[in-house]
């Protein structure tokens, strides 16, 4: 496995913060001697921007890490604990630099517990579980890749159950076309089958009619038969 590059990284940017700091108090040292203070100047001016980069090197790196899972979201969170107490380190010695804040601390231990004068507590020196408590890194690294692989085993798994769902969804729908087509077939029926007696209904009432209009003309024919007997019956 690669070695992992963020820690290497933060440990510059803190060696770096204090350099700054150091050089810092340095400038201040030769203003109140009246002594040049140019080139420290120049320095601190290039070393603020040095540490800003790594900075945002260390939040990029970071991203990428908890993307694609190769840390917890809890060694994420640990992790950007740390930018951000660096960030504000990198703004306290801005302000310094401007003479706007008071002169920096150069001892390691204003870095290394993440802003404690300001009353924030390092997530490193946070009180350790059980299960991580007298860990090395090695060890560390290894319980993390034993979370991913449990995590991603998990993942698996809920994979393969919305696979098993999706089939069960695509069985159902060609069940309910079929259904459908069936429906289809039988409306279809129904539509010919009530063709067919309206048709049938119309031939029975032209059928009627016509047997109607051929009773009254035989009843017509007999009256008038009847009518010419009685006129040439002999009255005598």
């Avoid at 810092?24 to 203003?31: K, P, V, W, Y």
């Avoid at 190769?70 to 504000?88: C, H, S």
């Avoid at 049938?200 to 016509?210: A, G, I, N, S």
Wanted: aromatic residues 2%; hydrophobic residues 35%.
């Amino acid at each position: 496995m690669a070695p992992d590059p963020w820690l290497p990284l933060l440990a510059a940017a803190r060696q770096l913060a204090q350099d700054i700091a150091e050089k810092i108090q340095e400038r201040n040292r030769c203003q109140r001697s009246g002594e040049s203070s140019a080139k420290v100047n120049v320095a601190i001016r290039t070393s603020l921007q040095s540490l800003r980069e790594k900075i945002e090197q260390l939040r990029e790196l970071l991203l990428r890490a908890v993307s694609t899972r190769q840390i917890t979201q809890l060694e994420g969170d640990r992790r950007q604990n740390l930018v951000d107490d660096l960030l504000t380190r990198h703004r306290q010695l801005e302000a310094s630099y401007r003479n706007e804040g008071p002169e920096p601390d150069m001892s390691r231990s204003s870095l290394m517990a993440g802003g404690a004068k300001r009353g924030i507590t390092n997530p490193w020196l946070l009180e350790e579980s059980e299960e991580t408590r007298g860990l090395g890194f090695d060890e560390l690294r290894q319980q993390q890749r034993r979370i991913i692989e449990e995590q991603d085993a998990g993942l698996d798994a809920l994979s393969s159950i919305i696979s098993r769902q999706k089939q069960m969804g695509q069985e159902i729908g060609n069940e309910l076309d079929e259904q459908n087509e069936i429906i289809d077939d039988l409306t279809n029926l129904v539509e010919n089958t009530d063709d067919r007696l309206r048709t049938q209904t119309r031939h029975v009432k032209m059928v009627d009619k016509k047997s109607t209009s051929c009773g009254m003309l035989v009843v017509i024919v007999l009256l008038l038969i009847a009518i010419a007997v009685v006129a040439l019956w002999p009255t005598g």
